[in-house]
């Protein structure tokens, strides 16, 4: 069974500090996504990374895939409060069905 | 449109009730999904369209789950005889497949069954 996990799943941060989360992934997989998520909305797409190595930058976001060792990253630098939400990766294992990861709830501190 | 749009936004039923959500895709997108996600926690694959046959309806929690897509577009989730488990929130998504496989998400029908 594919299995998608994050860590960490709660992440309470200061502004201007700089961390990562992380997406493991059980199977074999060239497509991940990562999504955002806030309070009582739907799920917004922030990166499609489609090959080994890909690496996705917006703003302070950052997403890399390295599909050895089935990891992705969602980098955050310099944080800002309007980065608070949920953080979602997703792993399309080929089979159209979409496993998303626990999530990451996020939570910037001013 | 020029989104995936789900309705009703928010439905609340008693137990033992039937219910419908209804998922009208993006314009050209072929595959359609239906996700359920629980209060605070992740989503949860329900089913999967590819035009209107359904090749993976392995998520469906029970018989009590159908869905059907017609026309290539506009497809239906329905739940008979809610129990108070099937509380959540359902999303719909969208996405072309021959492209990035990027899904693209409904704003969700909450559901709330007492």
């Known amino acids: 069974e594919l299995k998608v996990e994050q860590n960490p799943l709660f992440l309470s941060m200061q502004e201007e500090k700089n961390y990562t989360i992380y997406c493991n992934y059980s199977?074999?997989?060239?497509?991940l996504y990562w999504y955002r998520q806030d309070p009582g909305k739907s799920l917004e797409s922030l990166f499609v990374?489609?090959?080994?190595?890909a690496v996705k930058q917006e703003g302070r976001l950052m997403a890399s895939l390295d599909t050895k060792a089935r990891l992705s990253t969602l980098h955050i630098t310099a944080a800002v409060h309007d980065l608070s939400a949920t953080y979602f990766c997703?792993?399309?294992?080929?089979?159209?069905?979409?496993?998303f990861g626990t999530g990451t709830r996020l939570k910037v501190l001013a | 449109g020029a989104g995936v749009s789900q309705s009703p936004s928010n439905k609340v039923t008693e137990k033992g009730k039937d219910v419908e959500l209804r998922c009208d895709p993006i314009?050209?997108?072929?595959?359609l999904y239906w996700y359920r996600q629980s209060l605070g926690q992740g989503l949860e694959f329900l089913i999967y369209?590819?035009?209107?046959?359904?090749?993976?309806k392995s998520g469906l929690p029970s018989d009590r789950f159908s869905a059907e897509r017609t026309g290539g577009s506009v497809s239906t989730l329905t739940i008979q005889r809610t129990q108070q488990e099937d509380s959540a929130v359902y999303l719909c998504?969208?996405?072309?497949?021959?492209?990035?496989?990027?899904?693209?998400f409904g704003e969700g029908s909450r559901l709330t069954v007492l």
């Open positions: 990374l489609l090959s080994n190595g």
């Open positions: 314009s050209g997108h072929t595959a």
């Open positions: 369209f590819q035009g209107n046959s359904a090749p993976d």
């Open positions: 199977t074999t997989s060239d497509r």
């Open positions: 997703a792993v399309d294992p080929g089979t159209y069905k979409y496993i």
């Open positions: 998504a969208s996405s072309f497949v021959s492209s990035t496989g990027e899904l693209f």
